[in-house]
Structures are given as C-alpha cells and as structure tokens.
C-alpha cells in the first residue's frame, strides 16, 4: 500500500516539473527568442528592400498660370538656373519643369516623387510630342503614377513636363535603373500595407474590445486609429486607396480635409474622455472648452472651404490645439505622475512637432525638417504610444477590478450579516462565515443540509413563493426550534435566489418593547392616553353600542405626598389588577392622567356597564392595599357615559369626567351615569359653541358685566362695596353665568382675553361713574390661574392700570389660593406689581387648600376671602365656624380684613358677625345686579329684602350706636397704607 502512494507521489511530481518547464518555454523563453532575434535582424542583418536612385537629376523649374503652350514653356525655362528641388508652396499655378537625363547605356526610369501632385503630362523635347499622362487613378503612355508620385519610363535624353498640385509640394526628379525602381516600389508598397494591416488589425481588436466590454472608450481608440492611418497614408501618398480599393478622384480632397477635421475631433475628444475627472482641476478647463467648440467651424471649413484654403485655417487651429492639449496633460502629468498622461504627452508630443515641422517646412522649404519627423512615422509614432496610454488604463482598470474584487470578497468574508445562494430545489451553493455564526451551524453542516433544515417548517415555501413573486421581498423568519428570529431578504437571479439573513432576535424583541410603550403605561402596563384611544377607535368602527367610564381615586395625591411615590406607585398597580380582574372580556382600561383612567367597553349597553362600574367602585375600596408594612385604603369615583354612533373620543372622555366630577361631589356611591341625549352632552355642545364664539373675531359682543354687593358686618349703611361678575347673552336673550364662560375660555386658552376685557370694562366703568360711588371703597374683581401666568397679560394690566389709575384705586383683585401657592414667586412679583398701582389684593377660596397656612404669611395680601364651603349652612356644622373663627383671627394679627361667602340666611350672617367677620356676600344680601341699580343704590344693604336680615342689619346699626364712634373695626382699606 504504501509502495502504490510512493509511485503515485512520484507520478504526480514529475508532471508537474513537465508541466512547469513547458509553461516557462511558452510564457517566457520563447517571447524572448522573438525579441532577441527581432533585435538582430534589425541591426545586423541586410534589408531585403535596399534600393538607391542612380542619382538626383536636376530641373529648370517655373510656376506660372501664365504659360499655355510647350514652346512658351522651354523658352522661359532657358532663363531659370537648374536646382535639384522646388517648393510650391501652397501655390496651385500649373508647375513646368525640364529635365536633362544622364546618359546611361541602360534603361532608365526618371521618378517625380511628391504626395501633393495631382496630375502631369509630358513632352519630348526633341519632337514636342506627348511622351504620356497621368493622374493618381488614372495613366496614359509612358506616365504611371507610382508610390507618392510619377514615373517616367522613356528614355527621352531631355524631358518638359507640367504638373499640378494641391498643397505645400516639393518637386524632385530621380533616375532610377528598372530594376532598383522595382525594388523601391515593393518597399514603398509593403510599408503602406504593413501601416494598414498593423493599424487595421490594431483598431479592429480595440473595437471588439469595446464591443465585449461595452466601453465608449475603446470604441473612440478605435475610431481614432482609424482616422491615424488615414493622416499617415495622407502623408506618405498612398490615401489614394483604402484597404486595396482605390478612392474616385473626385473624392480625394474632399476625403483629405474631412479626415483632418475628424481625426482633431476625435483626438481631443479621446482626450476629454480620458482625463475628464483631472481637467477641471488644471488651468486648462476654459481653453480646452473653448478648444472643442472651434472643432465645429473646423468641421464645417473641412467641407466648403478648398484645400489651398483649408490648410492655414486647420494649422492654426489643430496646432493651437495640440498645444492646449500638451500643456494640460503636462499639468496633469505633474500633479498625478499617471503612467497614462505620460504615453498621451508623448503621442501628442509626436503629433504636435510632426505638425509643426510641416507648417514650418511649407512655410520656409526646410526638406530636412520634414524628412526627419514626416506624418508617416508621427502617425506610427504616436499610435503606437496612444495604444501603450490605452494599455496602461486598461492595466489600472484591470487592477482596479481586481482590487475591486478582492475588496468584495474581504467584505463577503467579514460582512456581520449572512449571505448565501440558493439553487431552485433549496440548496446551498454558498455562503459567508456570518450565516454560519449566525445560524450556529459550522460550514460543513450548513453546506450539506437543504435550506427548510435550519428554519421552521414553511419557511422555504414562502421565500421561494415571494421571489417569483416579487423582485426583492422582505421577511421575518424563524429557526427550526423557534428560539431566534431573522430578517431576510433575497432576489431571483440568473435562476438562483440570492440574499441575506440577519439575526433581528434582541431587535424585534427592542422593537415589540418599544411598541409596548408606545401604547402602554410603563408603571401600570395597562394602556396610555394613545392606546385607549385606538381601542376606542377600532371599536367605535363596528358600530356596536359602547360606553366609556372615567375612574379617578379620590385623594390619591395624600399618599405621593405622605409616603412618596413609590408608595403611590405601588398602589396605582394593584389598583389596575383589581380593575382588569373585574372587567369583561374585550373592555380594556388606559391611564390618562396621574390617578385618572379610562375605561372603553366596547359592545356592552349602559344597564350592564353601571353593574361593572358599581363592582369596579366596590373593588377598588372594599380591601386596603399594603405596600411593605403599611396599608392605605383608596377609594374611586367613576363618571359613565353611553357613547353614541359618530361621537368623537374626546367629546366621550369630557362627558364622562364631568361626570366623575360630579360623582365625586355627590359623596354617595361613586358613580353617575349620563345615558344617551344625558344633558350633559347638551351642556358639552353648548360649551364648544361657546368656545367658537370666544375664538371669533367678534368675540366679546355678547359679554356683560354684574355687580354682587358685598356688605359690611360693622357698617351695613355706610358703604356700597360689590364683586364684579361676568354674564353672556346667549341665544335666545339667555344669560350665561360666569363658570361655563370660563370653563369654554379655559378650554379655548382665551382666559387671558376675557381678563383683559373685564379689567378694561371695569376700569372705564369706576371712571365713568365716580360720582355715584362716594361710598364705594373697594371693587372685587376674579382673576384666572392662566393669566396670572401669562406675562403678556401682566404686561396688559400694568398698562391698563397706568391707563385708568383713578379707577385702579377702587380694584381689589382677587387670585384664588391654589393658585398663587403654584408659583409663590410669580405670584409675589405680580402682587407687588399692581399694589404699587394702587390695588388691593385678596386671596380667594381661602381654607380649600392644604398649605393656606404656611405660606399666607409669604403673601402681601390685604383680604382673605373666607371659603364658601365653610360658610354654607355654617350653623349645621360647629367645626366649620371653628374653622372660619380661626381664619377671622389669623387675619386679624396679620392686618387683613375678611369677606365671607356663599352667605345664604340670616342666621348665617348673624353667626359671622360674631365671629368677627368684616364682610359678607351672598343670596342673603342679593343677586348680583345691573350696573345702573349699583350706581342708583346708597349702600350694600339697599338691596336686602329679607326681613330676618333686615332685622339684623337693624340690630348692627344699634350695636354701631351704643359703641358711638368705636371704628377701629370698620373697613377702611385707606387706614391700611
């Protein structure tokens, strides 16, 4: 056994040296061979196309329009001295030459070689006949056009000839043996087709690679070397054909300048395309521009303008060209050092001297200049380091692709999420090393399972459905146990399904939490304001019968403020398990508020969601809830309402709190209920009516003021002091009171207008009536929490008070106590404010908050405004006028005076007259009245009509009398300051 291994190793090694050394040969040795032995034929053997003129001959030459016969010819020829050449320069005059042969036993040929002739004839000069003619498509006689020119084949000792040419010509005549002309047409011939053929094959080849790889770059190379050949057969003389096939004589100048035109379009455009991200950072750019623009008068010069004419017009503009084009591939050449800006400086470079050695060899006659750098070798010249610019960027781009690739697969490799491709019967072909870590499979077990192996069953249905379905579809998929979860995607291509799969396990999990909380209460884990909402929503959409509840926990804000907040939070949870242990199936609870939620039953009829509100209150308050050692009892109070086909959420949850208010009010068993056309939705209409109003642009045509008279308890006669209230007209001539004003103005976020309005009114109407208020000491006046929070509206009133100061004197603003302990410091500022004006200040509702105590002393206030609801049937309850005599003290050893409210009986106001009381308001001394029965009234207690009040007032004039002039207790508010 291990014999056969050692003869197998031994096998395979020695095929494989085979195959290296057979590789070397072909790769290296044998392209070196070719290029040694090129080399050497080059330098050191013979050419087998070495042939020399037997000697230049020498001409009598005049350029002349004038000449017309041979005779005339030879006669002006007499008198010009021979040379061996002569320069036309540009100039198509018909040309007369004579030539004098060297004798020469042999047969001979005399040659007139020049690319720029057109056409000759010529005469014996012996006989003056007609030794032949020619054109360069047509010959007769002893005239043939051969190479770039003509050739004579007689052997006439002395020659007159005429010839035509188009273009910077230079006239020669070489004697050339039969045999040495021969030779020298083969070489001639041979160049032209070895220029052809390399040139041809070169641009076909660069056109397939275009044409496989579908780059306009290669398609304009191509192009360009065309066009290249074109210029150099031009230059050699041979553009009399094209590809062996000769060109009609008529077309040749027309092709000549078209092809010039051309082949500078296409340079420059090969150029532009090239360098077109390098351009705009040269110097460059506008002349460059400018450069391709003129490219289309030269067109259009190419084709109307004749060949003398063309010519100057093309240097100039080709050669300015040229130029541009050098200098701005050697600012790029500078800067990136680009191996391809190199080989196009020195193709250009060619081009360039090339052109300007023949505008310079036309212009002065220098034959060597042009001999040594012609179009010939400038068009093999520059192709051939055209093709290696070409070369080298299609090196880079190869690089590039390379790189490009090995980038790809680096990414493949490393990428975090897992690619893979599939066959059509679920089979692996592929994958990176992510799919594996993340399917938690190593390559070799991943590869030989099928795709459904490693996902839950219908897994590979589905994505082969979608695919052909859709062109990338997207989805979540799980693992075959169902612990993980993936997005992927794929797409369908060239038969195979293509994607990827990311682990989204801990994504979707964040995401499901995040949903949670967008629709969830993160303490109690029941719904928030939005995800009640949608409850109400989808079933509001059925159509079904529904009622919604409002719950709020009476004085849940003693235990935050007792035991903090994670007592009351604890609370609040096991509040919501009580609640959701008693709802139905399908009736879902929201926290809207702090200890305020909504309940949505959907499909239930009031009768049956009273029974579960009563078990709600029930539940709620039957058990204390313990949180560590301490127990706290809660109670709840829930308002119901059925919600009727197209009423908004937010109609239901105001009808339903208004409701709970009065829920709460009541004391009783915690649940009031407003079925269907209930008159709270009445009132809920009429207030959003009243809000529109508010919102209008005429929105205080309707308010007007009433004055309620406040009494003293010392001096019921003596003055005639009132509160200001606000009234609407309603339709229909119905006055609407104060509260739902400024609970629609609330609302609406219009507090602040209805207080300025009020402020303004009552000011202007304390000055218009002066007169009649002689006995008027103080005018009250309410004002909201959201004004004295509105620095705009304190701006307002400063202005307003500055306005009217006279009136400002007479106004006592009232600011209820919950809200001036909000913000203590706002409140002391605005307080000091209008005092400095002038006004007086009393705190209202005094005794409803918790901390009336602590802070009054804080308050520059000058009354307090005793609570109605402990002044309300103050006899019935001995508390309360403890209560009301304490405050009456407080007030007293601060300086204030006190006003009493929600006075109803005499027997109340008779009991705060003992007390101590300054002054009542309410039914017992009047209604609030018109502004016109205030001005006619003497004092406060005009307006009594009971007669037990009467009575009383009577008795506190008598107390008056026998104190006689004690009025230390009278309300004088000047006395305060």
């Not at 040749?252 to 090239?274: D, K, S």
């Not at 400063?798 to 106004?811: D, Q, S, T």
């Amino acid at each position: 056994m291990h014999f056969h291994s050692s003869i197998s190793t031994g096998t395979r090694r020695t095929k494989d040296f085979i195959s290296f050394v057979l590789a070397a040969i072909s790769f290296h040795l044998v392209p070196l061979l070719i290029a040694v032995c090129s080399i050497v034929a080059l330098m050191l053997w013979n050419s087998a196309y070495r042939a020399e003129p037997d000697k230049p001959l020498r001409m009598h030459v005049i350029q002349s329009d004038s000449v017309q016969s041979p005779n005339e010819a030879l006669t002006r020829l007499a008198a010009v001295q021979p040379a061996y050449e002569y320069e036309t320069r540009l100039s198509e005059a018909p040309v007369w030459l004579l030539v004098k042969r060297t004798p020469d036993r042999n047969p001979s040929a005399v040659e007139f070689p020049s690319r720029h002739a057109v056409d000759m004839v010529c005469w014996d000069v012996a006989t003056l006949q007609v030794l032949g003619k020619a054109s360069k498509t047509r010959s007769e006689g002893e005239l043939a056009p051969a190479k770039s020119g003509f050739v004579l084949q007689s052997q006439a000792p002395q020659v007159l000839c005429r010839a035509s040419f188009v273009g910077p010509a230079r006239l020669t005549a070489l004697q050339w043996s039969p045999s040495q002309l021969a030779i020298s047409e083969a070489h001639f011939h041979r160049k032209s087709g070895l220029l052809d053929g390399g040139l041809v094959v070169l641009a076909m080849f660069v056109l397939m690679i275009a044409l496989i790889n579908r780059e306009k770059l290669y398609i304009l190379f191509g192009v360009w070397l065309c066009l290249n050949l074109r210029v150099g057969a031009l230059s050699a003389g041979w553009d009399v054909q094209w590809l062996g096939q000769r060109v009609p004589e008529d077309w040749l100048l027309p092709m000549r300048t078209i092809t010039i035109a051309l082949y500078a379009l296409v340079t420059l455009e090969l150029y532009i395309t090239l360098f077109r991200e390098q351009i705009p950072r040269t110097r460059f750019a506008v002349p460059l521009t400018v450069t391709h623009w003129m490219c289309v008068p030269l067109l259009v010069a190419a084709v109307v303008m004749p060949f003398k004419a063309f010519l100057p017009v093309m240097w100039v503009l080709v050669g300015t060209g040229l130029l541009v084009m050098v200098l701005s591939l050697l600012g790029i050449l500078s800067r990136t050092r680009s191996k391809v800006a190199f080989w196009l400086v020195a193709a250009f470079g060619v081009m360039f001297v090339s052109s300007l050695s023949e505008v310079i060899a036309a212009a002065l006659g220098l034959r060597d200049l042009v001999g040594m750098i012609n179009s010939v070798t400038a068009a093999l010249a520059s192709s051939l380091l055209a093709a290696l610019a070409i070369a080298e960027r299609m090196r880079q781009e190869h690089n590039q692709r390379i790189e490009a690739q090995r980038e790809l697969e680096h990414t493949y490799e490393v990428m975090p999420v897992g690619l893979f491709t599939l066959d059509a019967q679920g089979s692996l072909l592929g994958a990176n090393p992510a799919l594996s870590q993340i399917l938690g499979r190593t390559g070799r077990q991943l590869m030989q399972k099928r795709w459904m192996a490693h996902f839950a069953p219908g897994t590979w249905t589905m994505l082969h459905e979608e695919v052909h379905r859709q062109s990338q579809p997207e989805m979540e998929v799980w693992n075959a146990d169902r612990t993980r979860r993936y997005l992927l995607r794929a797409t369908l291509s060239q038969g195979k399904i293509e994607g990827f799969l990311q682990d989204i396990t801990e994504q979707a999990k964040a995401n499901e939490d995040l949903r949670f909380m967008a629709n969830n209460d993160p303490l109690t884990k029941v719904f928030n304001r939005r995800g009640i909402e949608h409850v109400f929503t989808r079933a509001a959409e059925e159509g079904k019968p529904m009622a919604l509840a409002y719950l709020d926990l009476d004085r849940f804000k003693l235990i935050n403020d007792l035991f903090g907040h994670s007592a009351g939070d604890e609370v609040l949870k096991q509040v919501c398990e009580r609640v959701n242990s008693i709802l139905a199936r399908g009736h879902q609870i929201g926290r809207v508020g702090g200890d305020e939620f909504v309940i949505v039953m959907p499909d239930t009829a009031v009768p049956l969601a009273s029974l579960i509100c009563e078990g709600i209150v029930t539940g709620i308050g039957k058990s204390p809830y313990r949180v560590g050692d301490k127990a706290f009892h809660v109670r709840g109070s829930i308002g119901l309402v059925e919600v009727s086909a197209g009423m908004s959420m937010k109609d239901a949850i105001s009808a339903a709190d208004r409701a709970c208010r009065e829920a709460k009010a009541r004391q009783g068993e915690g649940l009031v209920v407003y079925e269907r056309n209930a008159r709270a939705f009445d009132e809920r209409q009429a207030e959003l009516g009243m809000v529109e109003q508010l919102s209008g642009a005429d929105a205080t045509r309707n308010l007007y003021l009433e004055m309620q008279p406040i009494m003293s308890l010392n001096n019921p006669r003596a003055s005639l002091n009132f509160e200001v209230l606000l009234r609407m007209r309603g339709p229909e001539g119905k006055v609407i009171s104060a509260g739902p004003i400024i609970s629609a103005a609330e609302k609406g976020g219009l507090t602040s207008m209805i207080d300025r309005w009020v402020l303004s009114t009552t000011l202007q109407w304390i000055e218009e009536n002066l007169p009649a208020l002689s006995k008027t000491q103080f005018v009250c006046m309410n004002l909201s929490g959201a004004s004295l929070n509105d620095e705009h509206f304190i701006q307002d009133t400063l202005v307003a008070l500055e306005e009217y100061p006279v009136g400002a004197r007479f106004l006592c603003m009232e600011v209820t106590e919950s809200v001036a302990l909000h913000d203590l410091d706002n409140t002391r500022r605005f307080i000091d404010q209008i005092r400095s004006c002038g006004v007086r200040v009393a705190l209202d509702d005094f005794g409803a908050g918790y901390t009336s105590f602590s802070y009054l002393k804080e308050l520059p206030a000058d009354v307090l405004k005793i609570d109605g609801q402990f002044v309300l049937n103050i006899n019935a309850h001995p508390a309360n006028v403890a209560i009301v005599e304490a405050i009456v003290k407080l007030a007293m050893n601060l300086g204030m005076k006190t006003i009493a409210e929600w006075a109803e009986d005499a027997a109340t106001a008779k009991t705060l007259a003992e007390i101590g009381v300054d002054y009542v308001q309410g039914f017992v001394v009047s209604r609030s009245q018109p502004a016109h029965r205030i001005v006619e009234a003497e004092s406060a207690a005009s307006f009594i009509v009971d007669a037990e009040m009467l009575e009383l007032v009577r008795k506190l004039e008598e107390v008056r009398q026998e104190r006689r002039g004690d009025y230390n207790n009278v309300l004088n508010f000047r006395d305060i300051y």
